[in-house]
């Protein structure tokens, strides 16, 4: 069983807010990663990371920003939430060089007033 | 770079009646190949992967996957599906070499019905 978790779960908030999402895995997974996702899309990765330090964005332009200061530990922060930010935002990890599984969180959806 | 297109949306089919779900890619590089499965309300979590040797991948729960290099496919089936099936189904290939990101399809909703 996978362990790991996201919070919150849903949050309903006003344009201009300032928000963070959290995201812990107690695996000891260096990979760490957070995708996108719209209803009836596919998932778009926007960051991930490959130990702690290290950030990199992913194929789909993102506003948020992310950090990586503890390898189990990785937030997702928007300075100003507006309402093209509201979706359903997935973190995952893994470990390995290629081929390995990842593993989700049960997701946050956000929705921006 | 890679793609992936899931060729249907929704699949709606009668419980114990088989399924396939159809998965293509394209990739200028060789692939590792996934599926995952999302319940409502939950993440994703794998079903099955190829990553090397035989095509012919299988599920703990029924589902198996082939992987057919020629038509840059890796299509999901399963001979007889359960109500709890119900969900959505996620194709994704990984290029090798590339540091395992994930590229996703855009989903198929399998929907079961008695």
């Known amino acids: 069983e996978a362990d790991i978790y996201q919070t919150p779960r849903y949050l309903v908030i006003g344009t201009g807010k300032k928000i963070t999402l959290e995201c812990s895995q107690t695996?000891?997974?260096?990979?760490m990663y957070w995708y996108q996702q719209d209803p009836g899309m596919e998932l778009h990765l926007i960051h991930y990371?490959?130990?702690?330090?290290?950030?990199e964005k992913g194929d789909l332009s993102s506003e948020s920003t992310v950090s990586r200061i503890r390898t189990e530990h990785f937030p997702l922060t928007l300075e100003s939430a507006r309402p093209s930010h509201t979706s359903q935002y997935l973190c995952?990890?893994?470990?390995?060089?290629?081929?390995?599984?990842?593993?989700f969180g049960p997701g946050t959806r956000l929705l921006v007033l | 770079a890679q793609s992936v297109t899931q060729l249907d949306s929704q699949v709606p089919v009668f419980e114990e009646a088989p399924v396939e779900l159809r998965c293509n890619y394209s990739?200028?590089?060789?692939?590792?190949l996934f599926w995952y499965v999302q319940y409502p309300n939950q993440g994703l979590q794998l079903l099955l992967k190829?990553?090397?040797?035989?095509?012919l991948v299988e599920s703990i729960n029924g589902f198996e996957a082939e992987f057919n290099k020629s038509q840059t496919s890796f299509h999901l089936r399963k001979p007889s599906v359960h109500i709890s099936d119900t969900a959505e189904y996620f194709c994704?290939?990984?290029?090798?070499?590339?540091?395992?990101?994930?590229?996703f399809g855009q989903g198929t909703e399998l929907s079961v019905k008695p």
């Open positions: 995952a990890s893994s470990e390995g060089s290629g081929g390995e599984t990842q593993y």
């Open positions: 695996m000891g997974h260096d990979k």
């Open positions: 990371s490959y130990g702690v330090n290290s950030t």
């Open positions: 990739s200028s590089v060789s692939v590792y």
């Open positions: 190829y990553l090397s040797g035989s095509t």
């Open positions: 994704a290939v990984s290029g090798r070499g590339q540091g395992g990101k994930l590229i």
